[in-house]
């Protein structure tokens, strides 16, 4: 197969997300997959094997649920990726698709919560800012304002009967710690998790029991994410504190006895059993790798998603057996990696490597840094990094301060000079791979999407001599520009980053601003931009490009008709395609 064919295998091949079943109804179970070109929802009854797909929608579905009867399938639709949309739903044996509730206004999506009772908490925010309803669904009622805030919050869960409901506020004015508060369907609190500053609780889930009103959280008490197991009706709270390093995420097994426990360290992922009632804390035999996710079954049987950056995703059973295969030809295996730690200027940088399989050292090298800011490159099998390394870049990966999975200090450390302070881990990281004759200096291109485009175009501009290309998808090129047209949520993440919004703090938004140091700029650039993205806004960007144009700047533009990315395989293809090329021809490779 040559390489072309092959790295456009890996994106074709079908993929799926883990199958998450209804609590009641475990037979009954939703997912994603891409095998009809797009991702899509599909569903599965397993108690005679049978499937289908769900949503068909021109530019794919990110967004499903099936509530705990097994009943309804619930997705959200938006237009064309705007992520401005209403829930809509449809019997599990299929039949018409309808709005979840006629009077439930369209909105940007903050989370959603169904109950065995036939009801649901529903999220949402606008320019108004955010609030939680209550809808009795197939109901006449209209949908109940149970929760209002101009600062942001989430529906983290409610209680399988529908007597509780977990909202994740910042009504403190810190998004990125927010605290935990249960209220009643009719909004009367029952009780409130907050640490104060620096700290902050998210909620998991309500026990998986109809009279359990336990619910699990994580916690931020010592310098990490750690379960936490809480009755908001009684005050009583039990912390699992477990003698691990790196971080730990939480779900319950199916009779709320005991915990499924997710164990992130030095980016691979680990399963282990903790039982509530004597403590017991018990491996679970996984490949080595990533876990994207996992969830117990009724019989004690865990199911997740696994890869490796080497192997492609498969869903498993910690009975030892493969749970479920979508049809078609499987993805091409890619290289491992490995792992480097280097001294940065805020402690030792975690980076992960990709070489070639053939040709030799000094490698035209590509640095691909990740979105969020709070997000982590990790071992798990990614169709971009084997195309890179199929053309013969090395790939280096660096999970900078602002990252998670390397504790809270580490992820908060975004403080005043915010892009410039992962920048410097990343210069750190350039220069190791550059010092050990494994990037050659004269063939070095940056790239990054969404916060990793951001950095990319800051970079640029502040370490013009570093850096002989650049590709840039959907990025922030001018902060306080994106504040304007961006989500709320995203204003109120912005808000929690700066310390304030651009009219209170706006010299923070310009030095932190790409577009402030666009005339240092000498790499030639591609930009790739969404058409309808609410998190990068295009505007932003055509101002910066404008700006570029005026000075005669070499750059390339590629646009699509989508968001925030792209849930359409072939058009991820092309994508990919017009970087490689734009790669190429700027490293002497064409």
């Not at 005050?235 to 995420?249: A, F, H, K, N, Y």
């Amino acid at each position: 197969m040559k390489a072309e064919e092959r790295w456009q295998a890996r994106f074709r091949a079908a993929r799926m997300t883990l199958p998450i079943w209804a609590r009641l109804a475990p037979a009954r179970a939703v997912y994603r997959c891409n095998i009809s070109g797009t991702w899509e929802i599909h569903a599965w009854d397993r108690s005679n094997g049978s499937t289908r797909q769900v949503t068909k929608r021109p530019r794919g579905t990110s967004h499903t649920a099936i509530d705990p009867t097994g009943q309804w399938i619930w997705w959200f639709a938006d237009t064309y990726g705007d992520e401005f949309g209403v829930w809509m739903r449809q019997a599990f044996t299929g039949g018409p698709e309808m709005p979840a509730h006629p009077d439930l206004a369209p909105g940007h999506p903050t989370g959603l919560a169904l109950s065995a009772a036939g009801t649901a908490a529903v999220g949402r925010s606008s320019r108004h800012g955010f609030q939680v309803l209550h809808a009795r669904v197939g109901s006449a009622d209209k949908p109940t304002v149970i929760y209002e805030s101009r600062e942001f919050a989430q529906v983290a869960g409610m209680s399988l009967d529908g007597s509780l409901i977990a909202v994740s506020h910042s009504e403190h004015g810190d998004s990125r710690h927010p605290a935990l508060r249960v209220i009643r369907p009719d909004g009367r609190v029952v009780g409130d998790l907050h640490d104060g500053p620096g700290k902050g609780f998210s909620g998991v889930r309500f026990a998986p029991t109809m009279l359990d009103r336990r619910i699990l959280a994580l916690h931020e008490r010592r310098g990490r994410r750690e379960p936490l197991v809480w009755d908001p009706t009684t005050g009583e709270e039990r912390e699992i504190w477990l003698r691990v390093p790196g971080e730990i995420t939480a779900d319950w097994y199916h009779d709320g006895r005991a915990v499924l426990i997710g164990h992130n360290n030095r980016a691979r992922t680990e399963l282990f059993r903790y039982d509530l009632g004597g403590g017991g804390l018990t491996l679970i035999q996984t490949p080595h790798g990533v876990i994207h996710d996992a969830m117990p079954r009724p019989d004690g049987a865990v199911e997740y998603s696994w890869s490796s950056a080497a192997h492609p995703p498969v869903v498993r059973s910690s009975e030892g057996h493969v749970v479920m295969n979508q049809s078609g030809p499987s993805a091409p295996p890619s290289v491992p990696l490995e792992d480097v730690h280097v001294e940065g200027p805020g402690g030792r940088v975690h980076a992960l490597v990709s070489r070639p399989e053939h040709g030799s050292a000094p490698f035209p090298t590509i640095f691909l840094l990740h979105g969020g800011p709070a997000a982590q490159d990790d071992d798990s099998f990614m169709p971009n990094v084997a195309a890179w390394v199929d053309a013969g870049f090395a790939v280096v990966r660096v999970n900078y301060r602002g990252s998670t999975g390397y504790g809270s200090a580490w992820r908060d450390a975004l403080r005043g000079e915010v892009g410039h302070i992962e920048l410097s881990d990343v210069s750190a990281v350039r220069d190791w791979a550059v010092g050990q004759g494994m990037a050659d200096p004269e063939r070095l291109v940056l790239g990054g999407a969404s916060w990793g485009g951001y950095l990319t175009l800051l970079a640029l501009g502040t370490q013009p001599k570093s850096w002989s290309a650049g590709i840039a998808a959907v990025p922030i090129a001018d902060h306080a520009a994106t504040y304007r047209d961006e989500t709320e949520g995203l204003r109120a993440y912005h808000r929690a980053l700066f310390g304030g919004s651009p009219q209170e703090v706006p010299e923070l938004y310009a030095a932190s601003s790409p577009i402030t140091y666009m005339d240092a700029l000498q790499a030639p650039l591609l930009v790739l931009a969404g058409e309808n993205d609410p998190r990068s806004p295009i505007a932003q960007i055509e101002k910066y490009l404008e700006k570029l144009s005026e000075r005669r700047h070499e750059f390339e533009v590629y646009r699509y008709k989508a968001g925030h990315g792209t849930l359409v395989v072939e058009e991820r293809i092309r994508q990919m395609a017009a970087q490689l090329d734009f790669a190429r021809r700027h490293v002497g490779l064409a």
